[in-house]
């Protein structure tokens, strides 16, 4: 179970590394997982629609407030992959 | 301007590369944000937006039989008032929205910054929405046609309140990642969009300082304030959403478009050029929007002066065979319009 939280959390993880990383048109290598958002550029209504996006590839509704709460793809990926878990796609 | 601009993409170019991995199911995305939370907190600003300025109008008005504006308030008024449309018409609309010029980035700073000052919702925000406008023009999709509101046909008065401002207490949030991605990327934009509540303070705050120094008292504070703030503000929101209203319902329409769009010559005075909304759905991607010397456009005149003085290059306009060509393949009773 643990090892498959792990995995999910990767998943996600990528996923939002690759998204962040087209919008931003930066190398997905270069993309730093812990940095906040707003150190990104994003406004709200850019992370509104990254969350929304991010709702679409996990077929679900997400809450707007999650990459507030989260406000880095390290935490919105630890929170979304031990949430999903197995429900999140491969 | 490219030799297809006929069958002209209008902004899939912006937006094909805003979506560079559209096929890819990962990627796969709608064009508005569909979320019920967003959609009140989207609803209270804009009823602030709309409301507030209205108010403080009336109250300005009100307020003139005992403290009436200076003249210095009217002068300031006058100047915030072109000042913030040119930000709006040459700076959001035909700069960031429709890339129809290239200008130094000082420019593009000014203009972007009294964009903001307009009140007219963020950088970002009101381009990407302007440039879903385009793609699904008076269909499913169009944020503010006033023909057609999420599938449902509406009434003339209907349409014409939802196309002015109704549209933003009930229309779904546009996805700016979608339609507006080479502005989030653009580290200097972005950082000035995000500075947006500023900006509008800013364009409260001066006129109030101007008019209390000028008068050298509270009240003429009070009077900048009103006048060259919430007066300014009133007067050039209703201007620039003709754009979205009345342009797309009176007046002539010189070139068939899949949209009904209108040329109108004397609301292309207070907006700067906007009003030749038909010359401008027909050549989305022309900076200038009068195409004939007797179709006075203010904006156009501006991106031109800019030119002259080296802040402005690669100004794109239709030719005189392409617009004449264009016209010549328009039905010759595209005529006149009200609805
Ligand atoms: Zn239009
Ligand atoms: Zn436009």
Redesign the pocket.
């Known amino acids: 179970m643990q090892h498959e939280i792990i995995e999910s959390v990767t998943r996600v993880q990528a996923w939002m590394v690759s998204y962040l990383g087209n919008l931003l048109d930066i190398p997905h290598e270069n993309v730093d997982v812990t940095l906040a958002f707003d150190q990104y550029g994003l406004d709200s209504a850019a992370t509104v629609a990254f969350t929304s996006d991010l709702g679409h590839w996990l077929e679900t509704k997400l809450d707007s407030r999650l990459m507030v709460d989260h406000n880095s793809i390290q935490a919105v990926s630890s929170y979304v992959g031990e949430a999903f878990g197995t429900a999140v796609p491969a | 301007m490219d030799q297809n601009s006929d069958t002209e993409p209008v902004v899939a170019d912006v937006v094909d590369d805003a979506v560079p991995n559209a096929t890819d199911a990962r990627f796969k995305r709608n064009i508005i944000i569909d979320n019920p939370t967003i959609q009140r907190a989207q609803k209270r600003i804009a009823t602030l937006i709309i409301v507030v300025p209205a108010i403080a109008t009336l109250m300005a008005f009100v307020l003139a039989f005992w403290i009436p504006p200076s003249v210095t308030d009217l002068v300031v008024l006058a100047i915030m008032y072109v000042a913030t449309t040119l930000g709006v018409t040459a700076g959001f609309h035909r700069l960031f929205a429709h890339r129809s010029y290239k200008a130094v980035a000082p420019l593009r700073a000014a203009l972007a910054i009294l964009g903001c000052m307009s009140a007219q919702g963020t950088l970002v925000y009101w381009v990407a929405t302007h440039r879903r ?2 793609q699904f ?1 008076e269909g499913e999709g169009d944020p503010h046609s006033p023909y057609t509101n999420d599938g449902k046909t509406l009434s003339k008065l209907q349409g014409l309140w939802h196309s002015h401002l109704g549209w933003m207490l009930d229309s779904q949030m546009t996805n700016t990642v979608m339609f507006a991605k080479d502005l989030i990327r653009d580290p200097l934009i972005a950082r000035i969009n995000n500075l947006y509540g500023l900006w509008v303070l800013l364009g409260l705050v001066i006129p109030a300082v101007i008019g209390g120094l000028a008068a050298g008292a509270w009240s003429g504070a009070l009077t900048g304030l009103l006048w060259g703030g919430f007066v300014r503000m009133f007067l050039a929101h209703h201007a620039m959403w003709t ?2 209203s009345t ?2 319902i009176i007046g002539t329409r010189p070139f068939a478009t899949k ?1 009904k ?1 209108t040329n109108n010559g004397l609301l292309a005075i207070p907006n700067l050029g906007e009003a030749w ?1 038909n010359n ?2 027909a050549f989305p991607s022309s900076a200038l929007f009068g195409l004939h010397w007797w179709q006075i456009d203010i904006g156009g005149l501006f991106i031109r002066g800019c030119e002259k003085v080296g802040l402005v290059t690669d100004i794109r306009k239709p030719s005189r065979e392409m617009i004449a060509d264009k016209m010549a393949r328009s039905d010759s009773h595209t005529g006149f319009g009200v609805w």
């Open positions: 406008h385009h023009s754009s979205g342009a797309h949209d769009s909304h401008h759905h």
